[in-house]
């Protein structure tokens, strides 16, 4: 079946089998989301539906028609993602290619979210992916700079 | 070999009397409410079927209504939707355990139809939504003689689950009970002969239980539960005496419960012991 939607922004025609996972019919797409386990356990085909985080490997292909998916390819010129870069820097972070995009998507949704979460949204997004490449405190010190550096760009 | 199948048509119809001609008309048609698993399932857990009708024109299904008593919640609706609604009024026991249960990801994906009928009859959720007296719309496809109706019925959910699933039902609507429930408790006690999960929910005004629930729930059997216990506990200022426990104890052997005299009995007694303790202690 063909189905428009927009995906990352850009309005788009895809066509593939109506019974396929929407996370194997991105990964022909974008480099950016991976298949994972597609039980919906490790995280890694985490992507953003209407703006919500989401695991794609439980949506069915058929019922995004004329929705937006984001993947992290769709965020890479936002100020957000720069903060979020400069987070990790700081914090140093280096987290593995696997849960890569799917982390900084979630950092995204954070930051896009709220200005000040509390530690149970950070902790609801941190383990949201479940990969255990970095130590969660690293992760949160990296989540915590980037908040400061987002800070720091709007208030100066 | 067997040829595979797979959806030959989806179907979004607008409103019931849509619904209702695609029945007619495609006799294995299935009606999917918002879960989603490797194999496409939908309602009733088939993973394989050729027409799928997708209720999600349907505004009746993606609303979320409060009467005085009760919150109600369409199939439709998401998890994350559901519980950040609720928040102030929902029993907080039940917000925690669908927090718990499924991450923020999957809450936003995954509908209530899927709390409805997605879930196993052993997951600790479905026990829960019991013994908070939630209950559901059902509707049901009739066919008579000249054409098909839908018949809709309201009733309790354990009352649903004693019943066999049919093939053409859906689940519409949840309604939860609007109460706090103060206190709760879960535990499960993992032995020889499986896994068994107890749930506790009270409401205490100055030390005397003023609302008392309690439910087991062992491996494949539908979720236990003795009106007639929670009702002689109200009232009191200590939950079960001695033979009231071997009591309780006994009637899970009765009902299918595989006995353990070594580790079951004495961790079940030891649990129902210190429930009130458990309950002082934590206020929330």
């Known amino acids: 079946m ?3 939607l927009f995906l990352n922004g850009e309005h788009k025609k895809l066509t593939a089998q109506a019974d396929l996972a929407l996370s194997q019919v991105l990964q022909l797409e974008c480099r950016g989301v991976n298949p994972g386990c597609g039980k919906g356990y490790c995280g ?3 992507v953003l539906l209407n703006g919500k985080l989401t695991y794609s490997c439980q949506i069915p292909f058929f019922s995004v028609k004329n929705q937006s998916i984001m993947t992290v390819e769709g965020i890479q010129t936002s100020n957000i993602f720069s903060d979020i870069l400069k987070g990790m820097k700081r914090a140093k972070l280096d987290i593995c290619d696997y849960c890569a995009p799917a982390r900084t998507l979630s950092f995204y949704s954070l930051l896009k979210r709220a200005d000040r979460p509390n530690n149970q949204e950070i902790q609801e997004v941190l383990s949201s992916i479940h990969c255990s490449c970095t130590h969660i405190p690293l992760l949160n010190q990296a989540i915590f700079y980037s908040l400061e550096e987002k800070y720091t760009r709007l208030h100066g | 070999m067997a040829k595979k199948e797979g959806i030959n048509q989806i179907y979004q119809p607008r409103n019931w009397n849509d619904i209702i001609k695609i ?3 495609k006799g294995n048609a299935q009606l999917y409410t918002g879960q989603w698993n490797k194999n496409l399932k939908v309602q009733g857990g088939l993973d394989l079927h050729s027409h799928l009708i997708v209720p999600q024109g349907l505004e009746e299904l993606k609303r979320i209504g409060r009467t005085e008593e009760h919150i109600e919640v369409g199939a439709l609706v998401s998890l994350e939707e559901f519980i950040n609604t609720g928040k102030k009024i929902l029993p907080i026991v039940l917000f925690d355990q669908i927090r718990k249960d499924f991450p923020l990801p999957l809450r936003n994906s995954l509908k209530v139809g899927h709390l409805l009928k997605g879930l196993q009859v052993s997951n600790p959720l479905i026990l829960l939504l019991c013994l908070l007296d939630c209950s559901l719309e059902r509707k049901t496809f009739k066919t008579g003689k000249k054409k098909t109706h839908l018949k809709t ?4 959910l354990q009352q649903h689950l004693q019943d066999k699933y049919s093939n053409g039902e859906l689940l519409c609507t949840l309604r939860v009970p609007i109460y706090r429930w103060d206190h709760y408790l879960i535990r499960n006690i993992q032995y020889s002969g499986g896994l068994l ?3 506790a929910l009270a409401d205490l005004t100055r030390g005397y239980v003023s609302d008392f629930r309690l439910g087991f729930i062992y491996e494949e059997l539908k979720p236990l539960r003795n009106k007639e216990w929670e009702a002689s506990i109200m009232g009191r200022k200590n939950l079960f005496n001695q033979k009231e ?3 309780i104890y006994q009637y899970l052997l009765d009902n ?3 006995g353990d005299e070594e580790y079951l009995k004495p961790s079940l007694l030891m649990i129902l012991d210190n429930l009130l ?3 002082q202690d934590r206020e929330y």
């Open chain 1, 2 to 4: 063909t189905i428009e």
């Open chain 1, 44 to 46: 890694c085909c985490t």
């Open chain 2, 23 to 25: 029945v007619d008309n």
């Open chain 2, 153 to 156: 019925q309201w009733l309790y």
């Open chain 2, 197 to 199: 999960t107890i749930i």
């Open chain 2, 245 to 247: 426990k071997e009591n």
């Open chain 2, 256 to 258: 299918g419960v595989p």
């Open chain 2, 277 to 279: 303790y458990h309950f």
